[in-house]
């Protein structure tokens, strides 16, 4: 049983016109084009249909021209679906992304899965899958500022996730009411790598309750 | 008129028989009370009720802890015990915990508040005033049990050190316990565990344990910063000979174990650092 996911932010107006282009790469990245899997090269221009993946330890910066980045977290990869001046849609297949939205671009930004849809009003998110609990993964989703609307496809439910809050689809099926999460303060957001590290080196683990860290006298 | 006289002072046979009965008891119970005057009263069958409020403050590494707990006891139902924890915890490793606090207690009875009487008899010293300081080591080692049906098992083993500073006494309490946790959501909405807590003196009494505490335990997580719990446990405490008595050479020591029944309610409140 398939939804759809997409991380959707609307602007009313489109300025520019936007092409992905890969600005930074630690590790193992590999682009996929033309039917192979090929190692991928700093200021390597992806077009739609192009996928990236990144290895242990690897990270990686794709630049949607004008309407943002996306960073992938290791052992991640997603596809850019459509990168046109009016719209930026990306699709999460594995692992997660951590995706900024620039004030200026005014068009729609998406990122996507395949299990629920979430409308984003806002400027800096991230997204990832977590542990698979039941018959499908858990999609997290953390907002750093702005907001995100998150809807269930299949039901309709809508929840929004305000700046520094999280919430936990789980098995990508059911909605958890928004809070903050301690684990989401160690998220590295940082996309510019002049300005410090970007690797990200969360570990998801730590969004689901630690049973050995339960003490009550 | 003799027989008249002698009929009138007869004792009907079943008073004579119940005053035999008197005096054979008491014959054969008197050693035993004599004995018994000395040694702290055990009474069977008593049920005890304790509480706590507990406020835990949540940092990745530290868990700083504020702990008020009390206790009404004996058959009188007395309020005597009660303490203030304060310290934290430290995770030193993903199983491992380590911790630090400084407790003030009032109203514990120790082997030597069993004191004589200007009556020549022994009662409990009224400890409801006294105020003690202890230093506490906590260092608590936890693993996962996933291979047990449910698998969100937790086995901890808690073991403290405890240090006090009115009488000296040291103490070394170790508790294993082994917890279900009721997950839904990804989070958890109730514990249900069973334990074992053990205080073994280690410069005073003359018992091994001197305190056993087996329990059953449920916890229901209300929310995310708030707990509810309750225990059930069969105490065993053994007193062992005081001072006082000790300093009367007509009494023999003793040790002797006292056997409630302790029914504990709480509130745990957590916040996030």
Known sequence: MFFAVALLLYFPVVLFAADATLVYILGTVEVFQDGTWQSADFGEELSQGDRVRTGTGSTAIVELAHAGELKLREESEVMIERADAGTARTRLTVGGVFARVRQAFTGVFEVQSETVVAGVRGTEFFTAFGRTVEDAPDLWLCVNSGEVQVELIGTGEKRTVGAGEGINILSGRRLTDPRRYRWTLDLNWNMDPEAGPVFDETDLDAAYSDLLDQDYD | ?273
């Open chain 2, 1 to 273: 008129m003799t027989r008249c006289r002698y009929h009138r002072t007869t004792v009907p046979p079943e008073a004579r028989a119940l005053f035999a009965a008197t005096l054979l008891a008491t014959i054969l119970l008197a050693p035993t009370l004599s004995a018994g005057e000395h040694r702290p009263p055990t009474p069977s069958g008593v049920t005890e009720i304790g509480g706590h409020a507990r406020l835990f403050l949540r940092d990745p590494r530290f868990d700083p802890m504020l702990s008020l707990d009390w206790r009404f006891e004996d058959e009188a139902f007395e309020f005597r015990r009660r303490s203030l924890t304060a310290g934290t915890y430290y995770r030193i490793h993903d199983n491992v915990k380590i911790g630090g606090f400084y407790r003030l207690q009032a109203g514990m009875r120790h082997d030597d508040d069993w004191v004589s009487t200007d009556g020549g008899g022994f009662e409990w010293e009224d400890t409801r005033e006294r105020w003690e300081h202890l230093l506490i080591a906590d260092i608590s080692p936890r693993f996962l049990f996933d291979f047990l049906p449910g698998e969100d098992w937790v086995f901890q083993w808690k073991n403290r050190y405890h240090y006090n500073f009115f009488n000296g006494h040291q103490t070394l309490q170790t508790r294993p316990t082994l917890t279900y946790f009721l997950i839904r959501d990804r989070e958890p909405l109730w514990n249900f565990g069973a334990g074992w807590d053990l205080s073994i003196p280690l410069n005073f009494g003359d018992s091994f344990i001197y305190r056993s505490y087996p329990y059953l335990h449920a916890l229901y997580h209300a929310s995310r910063s708030v707990k509810l719990d309750a225990a059930l446990a069969l105490e065993s405490v053994t007193w062992s000979t005081s001072r006082d008595v000790a300093d009367a050479p007509s009494h023999d020591d003793y040790t002797t174990t006292y056997r409630p029944v302790v029914f504990t309610l709480g509130g745990i409140f957590s916040v996030d650092l």
